[in-house]
């Protein structure tokens, strides 16, 4: 296994040169951090099987706190993927969150933050899934490890091909829709892993509470990239 703490180093000493991944400010002041634990009373008796009222959901916690950008969810344990046999149908669920969400409207372009390759994409369209899905491949200071951008739009992986170059700063996709974005309310699954484990196209973005700690290894913070005191 790749030597996660290392990774950790070069990232935190280059934070300064990553782009954006969205337009919108991730440290602006409409940007609040959003709880999918079973902590929020919001998601008690919320129908989050059917995707327009869990929206709803997300819009009146977005707006109980004056924000249009929600973030957060590195290594939550959430009780929102009970909505999906994806992760509540084997013997321990799933429900350890490993990479960071951002809540945003569909359609809303996403940048790739540092130079990098397509290492593979997508559509994995079951229900409560990624939907279309883009792994990019980075190098930096020798060391190698990738980032995942989960839940866009079809349009997205339109002319993608494995070893396609994304600069810092240019458009890698647009936030998806539901149904089409694995039929979630429109958000980001941005995750941040040091090895692939040999997997193309697709990687676990929950894990059992049991895998935690394995999972740690590969999945680094990915405030790390976005660097957003929200996250912290």
């Known amino acids: 296994m790749k030597n996660a703490s290392k990774i950790a180093q070069v990232l935190a000493s280059n934070a300064s040169s990553f782009a954006p991944i969205l337009d919108q400010d991730l440290n ?31 819009q009146q916690m977005l707006q109980k706190q004056n924000a249009t950008i929600g973030v957060g969810g590195y290594f939550e344990n959430r009780v929102i993927y009970r909505r999906s046999e994806h992760f509540d149908g084997a013997a321990e669920a ?46 930096l200071e020798g060391e190698r490890f990738y980032t995942l951008y989960g839940h866009l739009s079809r349009a997205s992986l339109a002319g993608l091909e494995a070893g396609k170059s994304f600069e810092a700063g240019q ?43 394995f999972y740690r ?7 790390l990239v976005l660097n957003s005191e929200k996250l912290q």
């Open 28 to 58: 602006a002041p409409d940007v609040a951090r959003l709880d999918f634990s079973a902590s929020n009373p919001a998601l008690l008796h919320a129908d989050l099987k059917d995707t327009p009222a869990f929206e709803e959901v997300v």
């Open 94 to 139: 799933r429900s350890i969150h490993l990479g960071v969400d951002i809540w945003a409207p569909a359609h809303v372009p996403i940048y790739a933050p540092l130079a990098g390759t397509v290492h593979s994409f997508q559509d994995n369209n079951n229900f409560g899934d990624y939907g279309p899905t883009i792994i990019l491949e980075h190098e």
């Open 171 to 213: 458009q890698v996709a647009t936030m998806g829709p539901y149904p089409e974005n694995g039929d979630w309310p429109p958000h980001l699954h941005f995750q941040l892993m040091t090895d692939m484990l040999g997997k193309h196209g697709d990687f676990p973005g929950v894990c059992a509470p049991s895998e935690e700690a």
């Open 217 to 223: 290894q590969i999945c680094l913070d990915p405030n």
